[in-house]
């Protein structure tokens, strides 16, 4: 089943197109992660996915029905959403954070979710603390377990999900960042739809199904991580070249050379070195 | 835990929530409807001409009392034509004032706002200004006084709605540019009262005077009719918007993620904080700091949470304001002090310590 497929979607900024004509179709139970350079349009189509940003073209359908008709509230329920910063303005702690994943829900139902979440987080301990005082990978967990709490909550009422999220690793640590793969592998066994954007290309490999690579506001490559993280990809989108470091783990492996040649926009490497 | 290097009693600490968080939210609004209770009780008893404890239970009507029955019919003058609606009507203004802060601070995001210091009061007061000088002059004084909170919360809307276009941008407020542009419409609003000053006769003089330093020596009951909806109003939409601004705390875009509504919660949100303190100002001019203390203090000891936060701004408020105004009246007794002046006194210095701790993330 489609989770959610978005047809054509074209975003406009002023004079700039930061999204052209993509569309993107994810099922239940897929992992999809979403590559690319700075800039690509990668949080943009997030947003677009998410409802919070209108496309000015295109067509955007959340389980066969159009995400521009969801109310607010029920949308809630069909699909979470983490994002890179969240700013707290008001010293709420770690448990109170949490707690609102489970919006209007209360008393026992909500407590098996917060504490179900606050447990895979690895925040127990943390609960009564100020969020604010916490530090940066401890926050982004907070809310991971927040977002997870409201995933638990929806898929209860309306079944699977949609997750997603937007540079969820950046901020945590080795071990966390491999226990996020398996939370974010475990849901989507249960049937939810993963979207991430990654910079990490070793992550998106080990973590997604499916990679999808974009370029200047379009979709440069979608497939197995296999056959879209190559060195031809990564030279025509990213402007590097990777080299292949080869790890046994039956996944592509990268790792940028230092020194790396420019394939756009530089003097030919014979020029360079002359003068 | 990971964190190895931690003091046992930081662990211990973790283990509780912070400040007076693990009462139920019964016991915190029971506790401060107390603390209410005891101040108006309190301040009933004093003033230039004192009621003793044993005299008030008379006056109220509750014991038949020892005292002779002309000295009784006194107390209960005094007491239900001067002094209880005053009581009265501290409360309520002291209620809104704190409502209209703590609404304001959650839609802004930033524990600086409040509707005396970013121009909403004095818009408010311009408004009423207004229709004092304006309605005589124009409608012959066919404009009964009830009218005043009805003005007073559209000047109110209007700063506030201003405000809000101007310091907010792609769901990001800035709260230097807030408080500058509260400034400048404070300023703006300023010298429409100074200009109203010329067009107005004597009486009229007295009422804006009254206005702009915020007094509630003039507490009848028909400014407390006068203000009852809006406060009722304000009351009864506090648990409408109190989990949609816990989310809005997270910014805008999480808060849509989890399902507010996000425009229709902010339009509500502006709504309220205008007619709470535009009808707090029609009644007793403009009385500055309540809204910004009573949320801070509240804050520190049961959290940030707007279930219990919001309906404990509305006890705490009428407390704050109730003791500030009982003071106004007894430190220079037999004289009186406007309560505006107690309020700024006090709440001031409070706002500029606020300021010196967030002066990082003020950026100012």
Redesign the interface.
């Known amino acids: 089943m489609t989770a959610i497929a978005a047809e054509a979607v074209t975003v406009r900024a002023g004079r700039a197109t930061l999204l052209d004509n993509v569309d993107l179709a994810v099922g239940a139970g897929e992992t999809v992660a979403i590559v690319g350079p700075n800039g690509a349009g990668k949080s943009t189509l997030l947003r677009v996915l ?3 940003l209108r496309p000015q073209g295109g067509h955007v359908r959340l389980k066969n029905e159009a995400l521009g008709a969801y ?7 069909h699909r ?2 983490l ?1 890179q910063n ?8 770690v ?3 949490v707690r ?2 489970a ?2 829900r209360h008393g026992r139902a909500a407590d098996a979710l917060v504490e179900a979440a606050l447990a895979e987080v690895d925040l127990l ?6 969020v604010t005082t916490l530090s940066g990978g401890e926050q982004h967990r907070a809310h991971f377990a927040r977002v997870l709490v ?1 995933l638990a909550r929806g898929e209860q009422d309306h079944g699977p999900g949609l997750l997603l999220l937007d540079e969820p690793t950046a901020a945590l640590d080795l071990r966390h960042q491999i226990d996020f793969v398996a939370s974010t592998r475990a849901r989507a066994k249960a049937g939810t739809a993963v979207i991430a954007v990654l910079h990490d290309l070793n992550l998106a490999a080990s973590f997604a199904d499916r990679v999808v690579a974009m370029h200047r506001g379009r979709v440069a490559a979608d497939g197995p991580p296999r056959t879209v993280i190559t060195p031809d990809m990564l030279a025509r989108v990213f402007d590097v070249a990777l080299a292949s470091c080869g790890l046994p783990v039956g996944v592509p492996c990268v790792l940028p050379h230092m020194i790396a040649p420019r394939t756009r926009n530089a003097p030919p490497a014979a020029t360079r070195y002359q003068s | 835990m990971t964190e190895a290097a931690v003091e046992p009693a930081t662990i211990a600490e973790q283990h509780r929530p912070p400040g007076l968080r693990a009462l139920p939210r019964w016991a915190v609004l029971a506790g401060l409807a107390a603390l209410l209770v005891a101040a108006a009780l309190v301040s009933a008893a004093i003033g230039s001409a004192g009621i003793p404890p044993g005299r008030l239970a008379a006056a109220l009507g509750l014991t038949g009392g020892d005292g002779a029955a002309a000295e009784v019919a006194r107390d209960r003058l005094i007491l239900l034509s001067i002094r209880l609606p005053r009581i009265v009507l501290a409360v309520a203004v002291g209620a809104l004032l704190a409502t209209s802060g703590t609404i304001m601070q959650g839609l802004f995001r930033n524990p600086l706002a409040d509707p005396g210091l970013v121009g909403v009061s004095a818009g408010a007061g311009l408004a009423a200004a207004a229709t004092i000088v304006l309605g005589d002059k124009i409608l012959g004084g066919a404009l009964g006084p009830e009218l005043l909170p009805v003005a007073a919360f559209l000047g109110a809307l209007a700063v506030t709605a201003m405000l809000y276009r101007i310091a907010t941008s792609e769901g990001r407020t800035s709260i230097a540019t807030l408080l500058l542009a509260g400034l400048a419409l404070g300023a703006l609003a300023g010298a429409g009262t100074g200009l109203l000053v010329f067009l107005a006769d004597d009486r009229q003089l007295r009422d804006i005077t009254f206005w702009t330093l915020g007094s509630l020596a003039g507490s009848t009951w028909p400014k407390v009719w006068a203000m009852a909806p809006f406060l009722f109003g304000v009351l009864a939409a506090l648990p409408v918007i109190a989990r949609g601004l816990d989310m809005l705390v997270l910014g805008e875009a999480e808060a849509f993620h989890m399902g507010v509504p996000v425009e229709g919660l902010k339009r509500f949100a502006i709504v309220l904080v205008a007619a709470a303190a535009g009808a707090a100002v029609a009644a007793s001019g403009v009385i500055g700091f309540v809204g910004i203390v009573v949320p801070h203090l509240l804050r520190l000891v049961i959290g940030p949470g707007h279930r219990t936060l919001l309906p404990a701004a509305v006890l705490f408020g009428g407390v704050v304001l109730l003791v500030a105004d009982s003071l106004a009246r007894t430190l220079a007794a037999p004289a009186e002090l406007p309560v505006g002046i107690v309020t700024a006194i006090l709440g001031a210095p409070f706002f500029l310590l606020l300021l010196l701790r967030q002066r990082a993330v003020v950026g100012l």
Not at chain 1, 71 to 77: A, C, D, F, Y
Not at chain 1, 86 to 93: G, L, N, Q
Not at chain 1, 125 to 130: A, L
């Open positions: 998410s409802g919070e109310p607010p509230r029920t949308l809630s329920g979470a959403v994002s969240v700013a707290v303005a008001f010293p709420f702690t448990e109170e954070i609102m994943g919006g209007d301990g943390f609960r009564h603390r100020i409201q």
